[in-house]
């Protein structure tokens, strides 16, 4: 091959390189954002290849994958192929991981993701010492066994974990006695705020920790409590709610958090989270 041959065909694959990098919605030197697709579970229920194509529309490439009980995870890996999607993470249920471990995995690697995530602790009415101490073993084992399948676990922030306990919170115990190496964290800052936590403060103490964030606005006038639980119509768009999303952001980038998930649990998720996505994008 000729060195004018060599030279075109360098500059086709950077071309090629340079589309393919542009496609991710991402923040200047800091994380990527994508989209929690558990916000359209309602639109998905009666059709995911098109509300795929809406999700597409608003600008997404990465998405973390929950909200659809998919018949295969190979299948529904196809329609996020189709649709040019990646899907980084999933969320896996936590008596699944103690009982069938060999699935969970099996659905992450037809997936492709790089994250198995938990969104929920078993627990009855409040969250216990018992309950902590159960959840801390369990995530040792899960984050170990899974990185020996070269995959990551985190938990995912739910606002019933900041019981006080000792001279902090039951969460500082969790984090404190969880291994680094094989449990990150997925900080969900409406489930921070929620119980009366200050995300910034949370973000400085865990941060090289958390790999991964939900983003969802609270509605102004919401008070939160340690339930984990709140009415998904309070979720409001990014900058249009009680939390102050920009100082966020920016600690974020500090920490190197690697990911950020617009999520939006309301009936209006397909009009507002344009509008989230539109003000992240504007945060310098």
Not at 121 to 139: G, V
Not at 233 to 251: F, P, R
Request: aromatic residues 12%; charged residues 25%; positive net charge.
């Amino acid at each position: 091959m000729s060195l004018a041959a060599r030279f075109s065909a360098l500059l086709l694959t950077l071309a090629f390189a340079a589309t393919a990098f542009a496609q991710y919605p991402k923040r200047p030197h800091g994380p990527i954002v994508g989209v929690q697709l558990y916000s359209f579970r309602n639109q998905m229920k009666d059709d995911v290849d098109g509300t795929l194509a809406k999700v597409k529309a608003m600008g997404f490439t990465l998405v973390e994958a929950a909200g659809y009980n998919w018949n295969s995870a190979a299948e529904f890996k196809a329609l996020l192929d189709k649709h040019r999607f990646q899907a980084i993470s999933f969320f896996a249920d936590y008596n699944k991981l103690k009982t069938d471990f060999a699935s969970v995995v099996a659905d992450a690697k037809a997936l492709n993701a790089k994250y198995v995530i938990v969104g929920w602790i078993p627990h009855q009415k409040d969250f216990t010492l018992e309950d902590c101490n159960t959840a801390i073993k369990d995530f040792n084992e899960f984050g170990e066994k899974l990185g020996k399948e070269g995959l990551k676990f985190a938990y995912h922030v739910h606002g019933y974990e900041f019981q006080p306990y000792a001279k902090g919170t039951l969460m500082d115990k969790l984090m404190a006695e969880t291994k680094p190496q094989f449990v990150k964290i997925e900080m969900d800052v409406f489930w921070v705020v929620h119980p009366g936590q200050n995300p910034i403060a949370f973000l400085k103490k865990y941060g090289k920790r958390i790999d991964l964030m939900h983003m969802k606005d609270m509605q102004k006038e919401l008070k939160g409590d340690l339930t984990g639980h709140a009415d998904v119509e309070t979720n409001v768009a990014l900058g249009t709610g009680q939390i102050d999303y920009t100082a966020i952001v920016k600690e974020a980038r500090k920490q190197g958090v690697k990911y950020l998930f617009i999520e939006d649990e309301s009936s209006r998720s397909m009009e507002q989270v344009p509008v989230s996505l539109k003000f992240l994008n504007s945060i310098k």
